[in-house]
């Protein structure tokens, strides 16, 4: 088991964002967690990589309890994410991006540039040959040189899953990476999340995309005001009475 999520609420003053929610992510999936606008999808984001605390319950990671652990603690044991509004250096370069990543599992500053040691020296080539091989992976190496803001859409999405694997995470969180990208796009962001599991990364996704859903996860839990409303493969959510009612709809 990658990450348990046991038990968990979190309410903001009288609003109960997630209400005793619990699942488990076994290693290597692609895991989903859907439902309706305000169903509570990104508070557990925010609560795995503890960006506030639960109310209650525990988020424990290849058994080891990270509830209200720091989050810099819970990037260097092996979670990295994605927000749903990209955020990006957007006058930095597409690599000095990912470095920027890479970075918080390094000891050494990226930017120091004038005194720099052996050390830092070598710290930064290893963070620049990285950085360059994550481009690669997503497609951008070409594009290596352009400032963020002068990418295209699709490709500043893939840009910040590409720093979000600068740091090496074993479990990857993506908040919507499809939102705002045409067919073509989210065809190619597939091929690389299916790529990213394939190198053995356990993946968690939010995501509105329903086909590409079905098509990408293992297995769903859906969330709706709160709460856990179903759980199970894209077959088995697909033809769930109450998941239907209350979000896909029918056709
Ligand atoms: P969407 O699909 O629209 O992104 P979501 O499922 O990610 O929605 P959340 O953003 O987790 O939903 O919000 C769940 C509920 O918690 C909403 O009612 C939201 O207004 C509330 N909420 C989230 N963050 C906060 C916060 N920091 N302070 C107060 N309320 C919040």
Redesign the pocket.
Known sequence: MVLEIRNVS?N??G?H??KDVSFQIQEGEIYGLI????????????LITNI?EPTSGQIVFNDSNITGLKSYKITEQGICRTY?NIRLFSQMSALKNVMVGGHCRSTSGVFSSVFRTKKQKREEKALTEKAEELLDLVGLLEHKDALAENLAYGQQRRLEIARAMASNPKLLLL??PAAGMNEKETDSLYDLIKLIQSKGITVLI?E?DMPLVMKLCDRITV?NF?EKLAEGTPYEIQNNEAVIEAYLGRE
Do not use: S, V
């Open positions: 979190k903001f003053g609003i964002a997630l439902g309706p606008n305000g169903a509570g999808k990104t508070t557990m984001f925010n506030f749903q908040d919507e939010i509105h969330l709160g």
